[in-house]
């Protein structure tokens, strides 16, 4: 069965610092996969995606992923980060049923 | 790009009342819809997948004449609470698409707390 798994619960880092936010996913086939943010009492914001190609993806507000087949992994990353990016950040990967399987999330903290 | 808008934001009734909610589909049609439960500090839960014209298809372990799903048009899905109690306190959340290339448009949230 499809699965996401996001190892860090909790991840904190000073404001400025480079952010990488870990994901590895169970499935199959060539997964087609999503980074959401979530604000505190809101809905989730799609901040990039993966289907093919290009390993790299950017996404908005200076986020960007990776996609290592060999690894099973899809890492958010973001050079600097602002203290306006204090959220929480899910992994999800689309199954075969239609639907999107989410991870745990992962609540980032930025320190002043 | 699609944008989903959900209401009411909030909501407070009291515990063996029902509660609606409400998701609008405002620059798509929106053929299917997703229905879930984010508890405090968890991901979320799907619950249920509503078709438009169809019977909703539920998650294993949702109650189907708790949780009452109607998506009767293009453009509206609806999520009915009946018969609330405090265990059914939490954060709902719908979400849609024209297709999963966009990935799938949430709605900003119903937080429902039963008394």
């Known amino acids: 069965a499809q699965s996401v798994t996001q190892p860090d619960i909790h991840i904190t880092v000073s404001e400025g610092a480079s952010l990488e936010l870990r994901c590895n996913y169970s499935?199959?086939?060539?997964?087609?996969l999503f980074w959401y943010v979530q604000s505190p009492g809101q809905g989730l914001q799609l901040l990039l995606k993966?289907?093919?190609?290009?390993?790299l993806v950017q996404g908005i507000k200076g986020f960007e992923a990776e996609f290592k087949r060999s690894q099973s992994s899809f890492n958010l990353r973001k050079p600097s980060v602002h203290w306006s990016d204090a959220a929480e950040y899910f992994c999800?990967?689309?199954?075969?049923?239609?639907?999107?399987?989410f991870g745990q999330g992962t609540e980032l903290s930025v320190k002043p | 790009g699609a944008v989903v808008s959900q209401h009411p934001s909030w909501v407070i009734c009291k515990s063996g009342t029902s509660v609606k909610i409400e998701c609008r589909s405002l620059?798509?049609?929106?053929?299917?819809m997703f229905w879930y439960r984010q508890f405090p500090k968890q991901s979320l839960m799907l619950m249920a997948t509503?078709?438009?014209?169809?019977?909703?298809?539920?998650e294993q372990g949702v109650e189907k004449d708790k949780f009452l799903i109607n998506h009767a048009s293009l453009t509206l899905s609806t999520l009915t609470v009946t018969s609330a109690h405090p265990e059914d306190s939490s954060f709902y959340i719908c979400?849609?698409?024209?297709?999963?290339?966009?990935?799938?448009?949430f709605g900003s949230g119903t937080r429902l707390t039963v008394v």
């Open positions: 999800a990967v689309y199954n075969q049923g239609g639907k999107l399987i």
């Open positions: 499935y199959g086939a060539t997964p087609y």
């Open positions: 993966y289907f093919s190609g290009d390993t």
């Open positions: 620059d798509f049609q929106a053929t299917t």
């Open positions: 509503s078709n438009e014209g169809s019977k909703a298809t539920y």
């Open positions: 979400s849609g698409g024209e297709g999963i290339s966009d990935g799938y448009t």
